[in-house]
């Protein structure tokens, strides 16, 4: 440690006992993946967990959370929001190493990356997963992607003849479908406020047998009510094949994700992503979090538990990081769905629903009328962007003041 960063370590052990400096021989946990998952683990350990030494293997500079893609079709343009991890971590006595990993051997307990290899006594990934391709077809994936969007909807803001209809296709193997409900309220807000939606059908496709069921039946209901409300029909329990035949004027798929390879890993499942047992591990001392691994829900607040859980399964105090985030105690979740004019809150009283079997009769869910907040109950929130939280949340609240007459958050 630095002098610099010695002052730092005493300043916050001061503060908060539960961060001073730790011992050099010390048990090592090594993460991968410098993304909400892995920064968030890194700062679990840091403040509950004062007998490791935590390392965490970044090939970024900096933590990029980038703005939905959801918004940017509608010519909200946003910026990243980028948080330097030395500077960041460097208070909490994080380990910083920024290289690419080449393989793991489990075996051995050892990362080889391009700069060297690292002995782990505790390995996480938390490397992520990337949207599949869509081949010849007009999808949600890239920042390319939203343009081709936009460039798709333009003809939609003049009115025309016939009627028309844009189909929001959910992929069979799609495991997140948030995004692709969160598109059609927008879409069909976005529609109003070009004065040509009554001349177009929004249809939202899927396979699932209710929508957000993930969330219980609560949620799927609010939902169902909202869609119903707006117009947009929701076709479910077909399989993407079974809609083929449907007569639309534009089709927006919502694909599938696939975690990324990582040599030494075991194998992934039919899905593409790494199966894993309650505590995440894939094999011996092995444990993957994060958008990789097999759980259903990907999504920033997802991740942000699955960090905090294993934290506490690597023996974290959870007293040191269970401090109010947004309202939310930081064992619990919420996930947050933009309704445009209000927002969809799914709140898990126990945060463990997000393991199998999922769901039950203990999500609440309820619409409030305000914008929605993105990592709401994080620790990068809390902790990283204590300031200028509110800049992750800037698409949603600049596409209300883009469609909503008076720009404000209107509770209906």
Same mark, same amino acid.
Do not use: M
């Given at each position: 440690m630095t002098v610099e960063r010695d002052a730092v370590a005493m300043e916050l052990s001061a503060k908060h006992p539960e961060r001073a400096p730790r011992p050099t021989s010390m048990r090592s946990?090594?993460? /991968?993946?410098? !993304?909400?998952?892995?920064?968030?683990?890194?700062?679990? &350990?840091? *403040?509950?967990?004062? @007998?490791a030494r935590v390392q965490l293997i970044a090939q970024s500079p900096s933590l990029v959370i980038r703005p939905d893609l959801i918004y940017a079709p509608f010519g909200i343009a946003k910026s990243a929001v980028e948080i330097p991890l030395q500077r960041a971590l460097a208070r909490f006595g994080v380990d910083l190493l920024f290289s690419h990993v080449e393989s793991i051997d489990a075996e051995a307990h050892t990362v080889t990356t391009v700069a060297g290899t690292l002995?782990?006594?505790?390995?996480? /990934?938390?490397? !992520?997963?990337?949207?599949?391709?869509?081949?010849?077809? &007009?999808? *949600?994936?890239?920042? @390319?992607?939203?343009?081709?969007?936009?460039?798709?909807?333009?003809?939609f803001a003049e009115p025309a003849h016939k009627r028309r209809t844009i189909r929001i296709a959910i992929d069979d193997a799609c495991l997140w479908p948030g995004p692709a409900f969160e598109f059609s309220l927008l879409l069909d807000h976005w529609l109003v406020a070009q004065g040509t939606r009554d001349g177009i059908d929004v249809v939202v496709t899927s396979d699932e047998l209710e929508p957000l069921s993930l969330f219980g039946p609560m949620a799927a209901d609010l939902l169902h009510t909202r869609t119903e409300a707006r117009g947009i029909e929701l076709l479910s329990a077909r399989s993407s094949t079974a809609f083929d035949d449907l007569v639309t004027d534009l089709v927006i798929d919502f694909p599938q994700m696939m975690a990324r390879q990582l040599p030494g890993l075991p194998p992934r499942d039919l899905d593409g992503f790494y199966a894993v047992d309650t505590e995440f591990r894939v094999a011996p001392?092995?444990?993957?979090?994060?958008?990789?691994?097999?759980?259903?829900?990907?999504?920033?607040?997802?991740?942000?538990?699955?960090?905090?859980?294993?934290?506490?399964?690597?023996?974290?105090?959870?007293?040191?990081?269970t401090a109010l985030i947004d309202d939310v105690p930081a064992h619990q979740v919420s996930f947050e769905l933009d309704l445009v004019d209000a927002t969809l809150v799914a709140h898990l009283e126990a945060a463990s629903s997000l393991l199998p079997p999922y769901v039950g009769a203990h999500v609440e869910a309820s619409i409030v009328p305000r914008a929605p907040r993105k990592l709401a109950g994080s620790l990068v929130r809390e902790h990283l962007l204590a300031a200028g939280s509110g800049s992750l949340d800037a698409a949603a609240i600049e596409f209300r003041a883009l469609t909503l007459p008076t720009g404000q958050v209107r509770f209906a």
């Open positions: 946990i090594v993460i /991968v993946g410098a !993304g909400v998952a892995g920064v968030e683990l890194a700062l679990a &350990l840091a *403040l509950g967990h004062p @007998t002995a782990y006594d505790t390995l996480v /990934v938390a490397t !992520g997963a990337d949207l599949t391709s869509t081949e010849h077809r &007009l999808g *949600l994936r890239t920042s @390319t992607d939203a343009r081709l969007v936009k460039a798709a909807l333009a003809p001392d092995v444990h993957v979090i994060g958008d990789g691994n097999a759980l259903l829900i990907k999504s920033g607040f997802a991740a942000a538990w699955q960090a905090r859980r294993l934290a506490e399964v690597l023996g974290a105090r959870p007293p040191a990081f």
